[in-house]
């Protein structure tokens, strides 16, 4: 708990430090890997390029200040905490790397807001930091620990058995470790860390799901990320174009905190482009494990040469008694329309919702909150809506 005089001072500092929280925290991330190059690669790069590691940043570190003086405003933190902390845990991010983070977060606060940082100020924020830090310091050492996981070394090697056409534009990859060792034990919908080094030998990690159950192997689906007009996505092409059966990849221990749940209650999986992944597993799981659970699997993709892991989901899904498959295409060429397969996008009110749904999302930010506000409109409550996000989360925003 914050002390109550800072809680005081962070009360009446936090507009301003949330109004400059990008400036901020883009100062704070130009100072650090000048300082400390080796950091470079620990984060996204292009997620750096781009403004979303900084957004994502800004919003956590407020949304935490507010939690600690208006506890009562915010029911979202917990589920932050945990998100920040499985996505640090697969990049072995290790407890002595905060105090160069805060050091220079702080620097950051009293370079940009200046002669409004006091001593005092100064000192309220470094407990905010800290006390946000030591939460996810505990967090991170209790994952360590169930993964068997040294922070160190975070990474084990992995062979590509085989590679395999999802569409025109996804890949994916089928591995097993090449020390011969066992395939780690996964909850459906987690995901790995993959990291190479690129050819400007720049070493940069991103996570992939796990988009098939385990077993004796572990499966990556992987999209080709386009930049139109920005950079290419640097990692997935570099999978994309030079990964081949017989290379090898480091992947870290599975993580992740949206998971299948071993409840009964029906499923709705809704899912867009390479979102689908997070709800492949789960159903490919089901299949096995519960395949008499009521499933209801939704997904929007650009067309059907775009619509990745189709083939296995439809595999998967024969296997089930209460599956039921509804495919939205923005082009759906020469695809067998009908009541099962419609062009255009997801419309919430078409769904046969089932009673006592609980439904997981994966897709783009703006795709999440649409179909959000649908689920919320037909009587779903909010917390039996989950969500995955592929890259910072600024579903805070």
């Known amino acids: 708990m914050l002390s109550s005089d800072h809680a005081d001072i962070v009360r009446a500092t936090l507009p301003a430090v949330g109004a400059h929280g990008a400036t901020i925290t ?6 650090m890997f000048a300082a400390h190059p080796e950091l470079r690669h620990l984060f996204n790069q292009g997620n750096q390029a781009n403004g979303e590691q900084r957004r994502a940043l800004a919003g956590s570190v407020a949304a935490f200040a507010e939690h600690l003086v208006s506890p009562a405003s915010d029911t979202s933190f917990q589920q932050m905490l945990s998100r920040i902390a499985h996505k640090h845990a697969s990049l072995g991010v290790r407890p002595e790397q905060y105090t160069i983070v805060g050091r220079h977060l702080l ?14 100020v100064h000192a309220a924020w470094s407990e905010v930091y800290w006390l946000f830090a030591t939460l996810l310091i505990a967090e991170e050492a209790r994952l360590y620990r169930d993964a068997e996981c040294d922070p160190a070394a975070p990474y084990r090697p992995w062979r590509v058995v085989e590679r395999r ?54 499966q990556i689906t992987v999209r080709r990320v386009r930049g139109d007009g920005a950079p290419d996505g640097a ?6 174009d030079t990964v081949a059966a017989g290379d090898e990849l480091e992947l870290s221990p599975p993580f992740g905190d949206v998971v299948l749940d071993g409840g009964e209650d029906p499923l709705v999986l809704i899912s867009a482009g390479i979102g689908i992944t997070p709800a492949a597993a789960m159903i490919d799981h089901l299949a096995t494990a519960s395949p008499d659970r009521p499933v209801l699997a939704v997904h929007a993709d650009r ?13 998967a899904g024969g296997r089930m008694a209460g599956f039921r498959q509804l495919t939205w295409y923005e082009e759906p060429g020469d695809a067998d329309l009908g009541a ?18 609980r439904v ?17 409109a037909a009587g779903i409550s909010d917390e039996r809506i989950h969500y995955e996000v592929f890259g910072p989360d600024l579903w805070i925003r």
């Open 340 to 357: 099962e397969v419609r062009p255009g996008r997801i419309d919430v009110a078409e769904l046969p919702l089932p009673d006592k749904a």
């Open 107 to 120: 620097d950051a606060v009293a370079d940009v807001l200046g002669d409004a940082v006091t001593p005092q």
């Open 360 to 376: 997981f999302m994966c897709g783009p930010l703006p795709f999440m909150r649409e179909i959000r506000r649908g689920l919320l």
């Open 165 to 218: 056409d999802e569409g025109d534009e996804a890949v994916s990859l089928v591995l097993v470790p090449a020390d011969g060792g066992a395939v780690p034990a996964h909850h459906p919908g987690q995901y790995v860390s993959v990291a190479v080094t690129l050819p400007d030998g720049l070493r940069q990690p991103r996570q992939y799901t796990l988009s098939r159950a385990a077993g004796d192997t572990a």
């Open 303 to 315: 067309s059907p040469r775009t619509h990745a892991l189709r083939e296995q989901i439809t595999e």
């Open 235 to 240: 990692v997935s092409n570099h999978l994309f």
């Open 26 to 31: 883009g100062r704070f991330y130009a100072a």
